[in-house]
Nanobody, 116 residues
Framework: QVQLVESGGATVQPGANLKLSCTASGIILRNYQMAWYRQAPGKQRELVARRSSGGLTTAYADAVKGRFIISRDNAKSTVTLQMSYLRPEDTAVYYC?????????WGQGTQVTVSS
């Protein structure tokens, strides 16, 4: 059974940095592109960033380009999202999943709130 467990969310002020982590089990991470998604209140879930299975290729949503960095450690089965210069509009529940996402892999997510 695949489990993706997100952690690291918090309430922070605008301009702060935060690092999210995703620990995977029941899946051979190196076989998949991995991604971070987020869902803000009243909005649809959206793709934030993705990284290729080998880790060489990344892609980011325009809203986070230059501020967020996705990384992965296939040996440790972890995917991280380093977030910098956070803005109130980054407030959302953040999830990791494969890319494309698999419905059965969604976890509980981790809440990030950016507020002064």
């Amino acid at each position: 059974q695949v489990q993706l467990v997100e952690s690291g969310g918090a309430t922070v002020q605008p301009g702060a940095n935060l690092k999210l982590s995703c620990t995977a089990s029941g899946i051979i991470l190196r076989n998949y592109q991995m991604a971070w998604y987020r869902q803000a209140p009243g909005k649809q879930r959206e793709l934030v960033a993705r990284r290729s299975s080998g880790g060489l290729t990344t892609a980011y949503a325009d809203a986070v380009k230059g501020r967020f960095i996705i990384s992965r450690d296939n040996a440790k089965s972890t995917v991280t999202l380093q977030m910098s210069y956070l803005r109130p509009e980054d407030t959302a529940v953040y999830y990791c999943n494969t890319f494309p996402s698999q419905d059965e892999y969604w976890g509980q997510g981790t809440q990030v709130t950016v507020s002064s």
